[in-house]
């Protein structure tokens, strides 16, 4: 499969998580259920350990494993992007080469964050830098200050934003500020996502280009309406969507995080599974709080 377009990078990307038996091993046959679900929706496309892939907890094995496994399961149908941020550039080139090499179309691209001192924008730069001159596929920066640590600034994406082969950004910052002050600054063309679906609609109203969402894994068409309500002028019936999105978008994130959303998806009927130890599932008090927010969205009587 060829890199991702540039006029291919806009919509919903669900980032999806990665389904483990009960055994804490990987499960690849779950892969291909979840992804016939997604791939019938209105994603356009998928993301293979963004911050819910539970890629730290991942050997370098199964990451290629499970990257193979969602572009086969995919088998074209929509756009596939592999998270292969690591903590040295050389790792980071050869994750990404690999990914490009089992049919990830673009990488996402989270920065090294263990020594954040040292993580100055010089370096940052010049590592991204080298990850794009060295990748097969574009590249599309991850700003995730919630996991790392580290805020990446409008001024280092911005200078980044004119570099060969780095087209985007996922920013999951939530400071609609900083998403705006990219917009403005960076080159024209570059994707801006937001990395919520809690301020999806604000993006698109700055000049973003969708979003890279835990709650897309669960209401996926839900998610991209709000993409098409907003091209077609109707900011009214965009924003309630937004709205009545919120409170399950939040129970998949910052309140249960990466065990919330996998029984989420099996409160709908996907392969949830267990989060990898020591994340534990969710408990059935949680579970049960859970399944009345959803119900609450009205959505998957619809």
Known sequence: MSSIDKK????????????????????????????ERWAGSGLAGVVVFGSNGEAPYLSWDEKARLIEAVVEANAGRKQVIAGTGQETTRDA??????????????????????????????ALAT?????????????????MPGNTGLNLGSELVAELSNYPNIVGLKDSSGNIV????????????????????SYLLPTLAVGGVGATAAVSNVFPDECAAVISLFDQGDIQRARQLQLKLMEVNRAV???????????????????????????????????????????????VSQ
Not at 10 to 31: C, H, M
Not at 101 to 121: D, I, R, S, W
């Open 8 to 35: 291919d990078l806009r919509g919903v990307f669900a980032p999806i998580p990665t389904p483990f038996g009960e055994d804490g091993e990987l499960s690849l046959s779950a892969v291909r259920g979840n992804m």
């Open 178 to 197: 900083q998403i705006a002050e990219i917009v403005a600054m960076a080159k024209e063309g570059f994707a801006v996502f937001a990395g919520s679906g």
């Open 253 to 299: 994130t910052s309140r249960w995080g990466v065990p919330g959303l996998k029984a989420a998806l099996e409160i709908i009927g996907l392969y949830g599974g267990p989060p990898r130890r020591p994340m534990l599932p969710l408990g059935e008090a949680e579970r049960q709080e859970l399944a009345r927010i959803i119900d609450r969205t009205g959505f």
């Open 127 to 143: 590592h991204y830098r080298a990850v794009a001159d060295e990748s097969p596929i574009p590249v599309i920066i991850y700003n």
């Open 93 to 122: 080139i050869r994750l990404t080469q690999k990914a490009a090499e089992l049919g990830a179309q673009a990488a996402l691209v989270l920065p090294p964050h263990f020594y954040k001192n040292a993580m100055t924008n010089a």
